[in-house]
């Protein structure tokens, strides 16, 4: 009798396809569909506004023309074309607190999902995963009108977009770093525990160190998301351009007739720079956080 051929596991199977040729080939030209448009919004923000008006990104090659008037015009020109100096600063203050506090909290709201033991948390769970599928712009004005005319807001003028992004990543970023967490070998915790270590050992020594990976890819997105937002922004500023982020002074950059549209290629670029920054400096914690929950073969 022949020998039974073992079983392939779904991981074993899902690497040989994209280690193939045909998935090499996948990968080049999904790359170079992505590569070509940032290319080309480099290249337009670095010429004339007269080149960019009359011919596209790809004639600088042939004949090209070089300025950084568009960068001085974005950055330090007029308020009707840019000045987005002040606001990549309002979008640094904006997103640096909007990624850490529901990180933070997630991360011990996790801990007790996955390691604490009391009664009704497998119901509490079900809610807060349950939040996900609430419409984000229906609690929009429920919390603007907690925070509106308020003396708290007055002084912190940047608190009530912190909170409000805080509340929408909150059930997401709970439920990936449970899931995550609740894998983790139950000896680890248990040897802790013979040790004389409490839940708070167990938390910051234990735990946390295994869930960098995890909190650095939720961070990733999490940053990206706040940085691009647009419209909890609006809301929440109340059209204060004192505390507005990138994204709503690029709304209105093109002028109110198109004039501007020139300038859109520079602020553009402006504003992806520390998406890309962030997302190359933690590239490594996002590919082993990604990986950690998938199957083994």
């Known amino acids: 009798m022949g020998h039974a051929e ?28 992505w590569t070509v448009p940032i290319v080309g919004l480099l290249v337009s923000s670095v010429r004339p506004e007269a080149e960019i008006r009359t011919s596209g990104w790809w004639t600088f090659f042939t ?3 070089f300025t950084l008037e568009n960068y001085n015009e974005v950055l330090f020109g007029r308020a009707s074309s840019g000045q987005l100096s002040n606001f990549f600063i309002n979008s640094i203050v904006i997103t640096v607190p909007a990624t850490i506090i529901p990180l933070v909290a997630a991360t011990m709201a996790a801990y007790c999902f996955s390691v604490l033991q009391w009664r009704g ?15 984000l712009q229906m609690a929009l004005i429920p919390l603007l009108r907690i925070f509106a005319g308020t003396e708290v807001i007055q002084n912190f003028p940047y608190l009530a977009v912190w909170v409000a992004h805080a509340c929408f990543a909150m059930p997401l970023a709970t439920f990936l770093l449970h899931n995550f967490m609740a894998e983790i070998p139950r000896e680890l915790i248990e040897a802790a525990r013979v040790d004389g270590a409490g839940h708070v050992t167990v938390f910051l020594r234990v735990m946390l160190p295994l869930q960098i990976p ?28 004192a505390v507005q982020p990138l994204t709503a002074r690029l709304s209105e950059m093109a ?39 998938s199957v083994k073969g």
Do not use: E
């Not at 040989?16 to 045909?22: H, Q, V, Y």
């Not at 909190?215 to 204060?240: E, P």
């Open 63 to 65: 004949n090209p023309a």
């Open 214 to 241: 995890a909190i650095a890819s939720f961070a990733i997105f999490q940053f990206l998301w706040v940085w691009n937002d647009l419209l909890v922004g609006l809301t929440f500023t109340g059209g204060n351009n």
């Open 6 to 33: 073992p079983r392939v596991g779904a991981s074993t199977r899902a690497k040989r396809m994209l280690t193939s040729r045909l998935g090499s080939a996948v990968a080049v030209v999904i790359a170079v569909l």
């Open 255 to 293: 002028g109110s007739r198109g004039q501007d549209w020139h300038l859109l290629t520079s602020g553009a670029f402006v504003s992806i720079i520390v998406p890309l920054i962030v997302f190359f400096a933690l590239q490594k914690y996002f590919v082993r956080g990604l990986l950690a929950g």
């Open 121 to 135: 948390r497998d119901t509490v769970f079900v809610i807060v995963f349950a939040l996900q599928i609430v419409p």
